[in-house]
């Protein structure tokens, strides 16, 4: 069976301009570069065509935004970079099911509020964040070793984050 040809999304080709924009600004690209690499993004049919367009420059993702003001949200990722942000609310992050070997950043903060991020048993999580007036909680190392590894950053200010693994009690709470 082969796989279907995805023709070129209009947001497909804006994001490919957006990194040329960067490139020809950050001097990787001379202008002509750029206008061929731009007319090339604009006459291309289907996906793969993107590539070779592309091909050279480093593509920085946008991290998935997540953000819980005034109210409760349970989410799980969709991205290898994600920005959570509780403020005078409650932010669920599931990041469970994370496949093994691989790395994921987030930036959880809060202000007046509560970041719970949900991980599994193998999961290695690192920290990096700050906490003022508010509390940072993570759990100690993993029994297997095996599962992705976490970088945890951002601050919490009057309120707090708690990283947590299946079988603790925080994380029977944090699901209802």
């Known amino acids: 069976m082969t796989q279907p040809v995805l023709r070129v999304s209009d947001q497909e080709r804006e994001q490919a301009v957006v990194v040329l924009n960067q490139a020809v600004s950050d001097g990787r690209l001379t202008w002509e570069e750029h206008f061929d ?3 090339a993004v604009y006459t291309a049919e289907v996906s ?22 005034a109210s409760k949200i349970h ?3 969709v991205s290898h970079r994600i920005e959570a942000r509780a403020t005078f609310g409650a932010l669920v992050l599931d990041l469970s099911g994370l496949p093994a070997g691989e790395r994921f950043e ?7 509020g ?11 999580v690192l920290d990096g964040g700050t906490a003022r007036f508010g509390k940072r909680a993570l759990p100690g190392a993993p029994t297997a070793p095996a599962g992705p590894v976490i970088t945890v950053t951002g ?3 009057f309120g707090h984050l708690r990283v947590v693994r299946p079988d603790s009690h925080w ?6």
């Open 37 to 39: 690499r731009v007319q």
């Open 75 to 77: 989410s799980a990722p």
């Open 106 to 112: 987030v930036e959880a903060s809060s202000f007046c």
């Open 48 to 69: 793969s065509d993107l590539a070779p367009v592309l091909e050279g420059l480093a593509v920085v993702v946008a991290p998935q935004r997540v953000h819980a003001v």
């Open 155 to 157: 601050n919490s200010t």
């Open 114 to 124: 509560k970041v719970t991020v949900l991980v599994s048993a193998a999961a290695v």
């Open 171 to 176: 994380a029977r709470h944090a699901l209802h």
